[in-house]
């Protein structure tokens, strides 16, 4: 087992690197780039040969749900890091947010960036699983029936926990 | 930059493992290679093997789901032929360097 030194204020300790065994990625929102974001951090688990779980809750589910998976959008309004300098009223205009948002798919397709749809496709064949919020669903009124069929099962925040149980695991919340 | 002995022939490699100079790889060194890694090489293994230097040659970025689009496996297959990480795990057997793509 590898060993860092970390600097603390005055003295330098010794600790055991541990690795990361496995993430949790919990998504609550559903615009493309928070989305894509949830899903490149999975995936890249998997890759690296970790294991990996997904948690859909409130607009996230968007992201898993069949009729909107692959017609996310990216915030053009409310959000000042995108295109700065431009007046939040041009990001309101009518259509501006669609054009948006397929440039940005464009410019991902370049980077071999899948749909996300394909995405979940290529994370279920990594052996990750993928769940729905059980309160969420409900407050949308949304079924098993209207999730993509990686979705693996509609589960409280209890069960959500328990898919984090054992050691090296991570959670990240986005 | 660190020196692995294969078959008698010693392979440069960095200090992850993975080759520096892809010329130096055969067919040989990567049976020896893989059974490092616990995996024992079939023929579609070497399908993928030869996809990932052909198009490393080609200098075309490597990513899963390129390998899932070759027609020779696809991206469940992949993951089961190289557990553990397929891309980084094959690419070290490949003889090539370590993928950097993070899709």
Known sequence: MEV????TANKVVAKEKKEV??????????????????????????AEGKEAKMFFTFFGLDAITKKK???LHTA???????????????????????????MMKKEM???????????FEMIEAG???????KLAADMFHLKKEDFIPEVNDII????????????GTHMVFI | MDTLTINK???KVNEEGYFTDPSQWNEDIAVEMAKQQNIDLSEKHFEVLHFLRNKYAEEVPLTIRKVGKSGIVDIKEFYKLFPGGPLKISSKIAGIPKPVSCV
């Not at chain 1, 053009?76 to 397929?102: C, D, H, K, W």
């Open chain 1, 4 to 7: 860092v030194k970390e600097m």
């Open chain 1, 21 to 46: 065994k496995k993430i949790l990625v919990i998504c609550a929102r559903g615009t493309l780039e928070d989305v894509y974001a949830a899903l490149i951090m999975a995936n890249g688990a998997l």
């Open chain 1, 156 to 167: 409280t925040v209890g069960q959500m926990y328990e898919l984090a149980e054992g050691e």
């Open chain 1, 127 to 133: 052996g990750g699983e993928i769940y729905a919020c």
């Open chain 2, 9 to 11: 022939s010693a392979i």
């Open chain 1, 76 to 102: 053009t309004v409310g959000n000042p890091a995108f295109m700065r300098g431009l007046p939040t009223m041009i990001g309101g205009l009518p259509g501006f947010e669609a054009l948006a948002s397929s």
């Open chain 1, 69 to 71: 998976a692959d017609h």
């Open chain 1, 109 to 119: 397709d370049k980077l071999d960036i899948p749909p996300v749809t394909e995405f």
